[in-house]
């Protein structure tokens, strides 16, 4: 499975940018996507830019993935429940 991940932009250099999320940082390719700023939430699959997003929509997907990952840290698959 794949997953494309929202960061924020920090810094840009022509079709390089710094993205960075819950304090993790990286470089990523902005090639597929026209329009785009410093400060700007775009979505981040193998390294590319592929769709720039909304902040609110960026934000609510972060704490989503959070939310999965929190509850992930307490389930025990060994046991089907949580530990």
Excluded: F, N
């Excluded at 979505?43 to 993935?65: R, S």
């Amino acid at each position: 499975m794949c997953l494309a991940i929202p960061m924020r932009i920090t810094q840009m250099e022509g079709d390089d940018a710094v993205v960075e999320a819950g304090g993790i940082k990286k470089k990523v390719r902005l090639d597929l996507l026209d329009g785009v700023v410093e400060g700007d939430y775009i979505l981040i699959h193998t390294g590319y830019a592929i769709e720039k997003l909304d902040k609110a929509e960026a934000l609510e997907t972060l704490e989503l993935i959070k939310q999965v990952y929190r509850a992930g840290m307490t389930h025990d698959p060994e046991s089907g429940s949580g530990s």
